[in-house]
């Protein structure tokens, strides 16, 4: 089985700008949640989609969305980007079982990189 | 509530050597308490996880010894292996993952 892809790899983008990073997750998973690692604040929780709708959300600003298409696939925007959005942006897809925490698997990551 | 507090923050051990990593929690809505491995410019990979109604779970090297009284668990990698230097996030998960800060483990030969 394939494992979560995420495209693109690399990323180099200016202050104001927007991009969108695109994950494909785990064939059968139905979960795609996304979060941000930079080296002082860690990994931080984005949000989560399941079955085409936001199921959880951590605390970044309204600049950061996303959404989750009926294939699974989910994409994440960022507008207006800022030098501290700098960071591996990371995807994780989960089978999503009913009444059971499952696993989540990562991809490798987006870097991100604003200047 | 939601924090996951890892130590150490890095980790020096000998070949063959046993590498200890703890982390505590607070929240006990948490059910589920996986641990990561990720490798430089790679992204985070399972390596073992426990729920809270088992107190400890070994798979190969790796075991986790889980105090549910005490909201602490712990990752011990025996028989440590220079392919071993990496760093591991332990991780709590209560509708989402909540991350430790990390432990870069370095193996030396």
């Known amino acids: 089985k394939a494992g979560v892809t995420q495209t693109p790899r690399y990323l180099i983008k200016t202050r104001g700008q927007q991009v969108t990073l695109s994950c494909s997750p785990i064939?059968?998973?139905?979960?795609v949640s996304w979060y941000q690692q930079t080296p002082g604040q860690g990994l931080q929780f984005l949000f989560e989609y399941f079955s085409e709708t936001q199921r959880n959300k951590g605390n970044f600003p309204g600049r950061f969305s996303g959404r989750q298409f009926s294939n699974s696939r989910s994409e994440m925007n960022v507008s207006t980007l800022e030098l501290g959005d700098s960071a591996l942006y990371l995807c994780?897809?989960?089978?999503?079982?009913?009444?059971?925490?499952?696993?989540?698997?990562f991809g490798p990551g987006t870097r991100l990189t604003v200047l | 509530q939601q924090q996951v507090k890892q130590s150490p923050q890095s980790l020096i051990v000998q070949k063959g050597g046993i590498s200890i990593i703890n982390c505590a929690y607070e929240n006990t809505a948490f059910d589920y308490f996986p641990w990561y491995q990720q490798f430089p410019g790679k992204g985070p990979a399972l390596l073992i996880a426990?729920?809270?109604?088992?107190s400890e779970k070994k798979e190969g090297r790796f075991t986790i010894s889980f105090n549910k009284s005490a909201k602490q668990f712990s990752l011990h990698i025996m028989d440590s292996q220079p392919g071993d230097s990496a760093t591991y996030f332990c991780a709590a998960m209560g509708g989402k993952l909540i991350f430790g800060q990390g432990t870069e483990l370095s193996v030396k030969p």
């Open positions: 994780a897809s989960s089978v999503r079982q009913v009444g059971r925490t499952d696993t989540q698997y």
């Open positions: 426990i729920r809270p109604d088992v």
């Open positions: 064939s059968g998973h139905r979960s």
